[in-house]
């Protein structure tokens, strides 16, 4: 099956706010990684926050939406090209 999905997914790495912990000073030390999917939902941006697991098949999701949405502007514009060309 292929999925198609649009938005963005970021990997992010966060600090916690704890006054001890390495993470403050220490950017190796950042807690994560987290993955996050941001995306519109009507009018609405919507986020939100997911596994691994899943981030990785929304990677692939979303370069395949990418990929489509490539392909209809190419054949909108050669569709536009030969639609003038026979004027």
């Not at 292929?2 to 403050?24: I, P």
């Not at 986020?47 to 502007?73: G, P």
């Amino acid at each position: 099956m292929v999925y198609v999905c649009s938005g963005t997914l970021t990997r992010r790495t966060k600090t916690c706010g704890q006054a001890r912990c390495a993470c403050r000073h220490d950017r190796s030390a950042r807690h994560g990684p987290y993955y996050e999917w941001t995306r519109w939902e009507g009018k609405k941006l919507a986020h939100s926050v997911i596994s691994a697991e899943t981030a990785e098949k929304l990677a692939e999701a979303v370069a395949n939406y990418r990929r489509i949405r490539r392909l209809l502007r190419d054949w909108e514009r050669i569709s536009f090209e030969i639609i003038r060309s026979t004027d």
